[in-house]
């Protein structure tokens, strides 16, 4: 039974962060099938500011639900993964613009089969990453303020250094994030309040790896148009 339990809750974590990802694919890509190029262009040139906010209210979100997860009931968490999800939508809509079609796609099934290996590995390594994960955090920390600074320094170079190294820490996050969802499985009850409250957590960790991963492979696969 505790078996089928944790089996229950890692399906539930997978098909949240799956139905994510594809909500997050179908808004990002409505914008240039319905306006076109050349008017979705305008639009966002006139709007950019709004995409802004938008990234801002994203950020809201994810640190609203880490930090009162405990204090909301598992339907509004749910739906705070949804509205996230949907805006994420809207400001990835952008890279259809800079990248060709064709490279998105491509970058996204690497990224999938990628993801994919490394949450099999996640599940069957037999190492503790545990001791692992604040060194990932502090080396994302040291990420997010080397991409700040190359903002003002536009450095390409820095630019290519920042990105293989942010592959390198989203491939060691979804190995460290699976293992520690795997590890939880064991100790959660699935069908209740506080299992559906984990399932939705960990569907938003793994999105946020997945679609991290996707943009940094993005910025060193992707054909520019």
Same mark, same amino acid.
């Given at each position: 039974?505790?078996?089928?339990s944790?089996?229950?809750?890692?399906?539930?974590?997978y098909?949240?962060?799956?139905?994510?990802?594809?909500?997050?694919?179908? %808004?990002? !890509?409505a &914008?240039?099938?319905?306006?076109?190029?050349?008017?979705?262009?305008?639009? @966002?040139?006139?709007?950019?500011?709004? !995409? /802004?906010?938008?990234?801002? =209210?994203?950020? $809201?979100?994810v640190?609203?639900?880490?930090?009162?997860?405990?204090?909301? &009931?598992?339907? =509004?968490?749910?739906?705070?993964?949804?509205?996230?999800?949907?805006?994420?939508? %809207?400001?990835?809509? &952008?890279?259809?613009?800079?990248?060709?079609?064709?490279?998105?796609?491509?970058?996204?099934?690497?990224? *999938?089969?990628?993801?994919?290996?490394?949450?099999?590995?996640?599940?069957?390594?037999?190492?503790?990453?545990?001791?692992?994960?604040?060194?990932?955090?502090?080396?994302?920390?040291?990420? !997010? !303020?080397?991409?700040? =600074?190359? $903002?003002?320094?536009? *450095?390409?170079?820095?630019?290519?250094?920042?990105?293989?190294?942010?592959?390198?820490?989203?491939?060691?996050?979804?190995?460290?994030?699976?293992?520690?969802?795997?590890?939880?499985?064991?100790?959660?009850?699935?069908?209740?309040?506080?299992?559906?409250?984990?399932?939705?957590?960990?569907?938003?960790?793994? /999105?946020?790896?997945?679609?991290?991963?996707?943009?940094?492979?993005?910025?060193? @696969?992707?054909?520019?148009?």
């Amino acid at each position: 039974e505790v078996q089928d339990s944790a089996r229950t809750f890692i399906l539930k974590v997978y098909m949240w962060m799956t139905a994510g990802l594809f909500l997050t694919g179908i %808004i990002s !890509i409505a &914008p240039i099938l319905i306006l076109g190029e050349e008017k979705y262009y305008e639009l @966002l040139s006139e709007n950019i500011i709004f !995409i /802004y906010m938008l990234m801002g =209210v994203e950020l $809201l979100i994810v640190f609203g639900l880490s930090f009162l997860i405990n204090k909301i &009931p598992s339907i =509004v968490a749910f739906f705070a993964f949804v509205i996230y999800a949907s805006l994420n939508g %809207i400001t990835l809509s &952008p890279i259809f613009l800079i990248y060709t079609g064709a490279s998105i796609f491509s970058t996204f099934f690497i990224c *999938s089969a990628m993801f994919g290996a490394l949450s099999v590995l996640g599940f069957v390594i037999k190492m503790d990453l545990t001791k692992f994960g604040s060194f990932l955090i502090m080396a994302l920390v040291g990420l !997010i !303020i080397a991409s700040v =600074v190359n $903002l003002f320094l536009g *450095s390409s170079m820095l630019d290519w250094i920042i990105s293989f190294v942010g592959v390198a820490i989203f491939v060691g996050l979804t190995v460290y994030d699976t293992q520690k969802l795997k590890n939880m499985a064991g100790s959660v009850d699935s069908s209740s309040e506080d299992g559906k409250k984990a399932s939705v957590m960990g569907a938003l960790t793994l /999105y946020l790896d997945f679609i991290n991963l996707f943009l940094l492979l993005l910025r060193l @696969l992707g054909r520019r148009n």
